[in-house]
């Protein structure tokens, strides 16, 4: 089992970075394949980012392709997901969530509590 708490969430204004961090605490975080899913308001949860276990392999929904970059850096238990280019449309609560293998969906079985990001126009 792992537990997830995430930070770096806040107000921006449009064409700002953040950058989110995912603590995570457990052995066998790298184990995980991790993700960042978020939920804006009035809408369905959606994925966001994922990269595998290694680090080898990431995924990104197409509207933050080329403007969000997932990483992680196991040796400290650790996920990131820098976010660029910002858009008023990337407000949501971010969560980090974990899971044995990777999935471009909102199925994960470990989450954290989110993060808000407001992006301003």
């Known amino acids: 089992q792992v537990q997830l708490v995430e930070s770096g969430g806040g107000l921006v204004q449009a064409g700002g970075s953040l950058r989110l961090s995912c603590a995570a605490s457990g052995r066998t975080f790298s184990s995980y394949a991790m993700a960042w899913i978020r939920q804006g308001p009035g809408k369905e949860r959606e994925f966001v980012a994922a990269?595998?276990?290694?680090?080898?392999?990431?995924y990104y929904r197409d509207s933050v392709k080329g403007r969000f970059t997932i990483s992680r850096d196991n040796a400290n238990n650790t996920v990131y997901l820098q976010m660029n280019s910002l858009k008023p449309e990337d407000t949501a609560a971010y969560y980090c969530?974990?899971?044995?293998?990777?999935?471009?969906?909102?199925?994960?079985?470990?989450w954290g509590q989110g993060t808000q990001v407001t992006v301003s126009s």
């Open positions: 969530a974990a899971k044995y293998r990777v999935t471009l969906s909102t199925a994960y079985d470990y």
């Open positions: 990269i595998t276990w290694s680090g080898v392999s990431t």
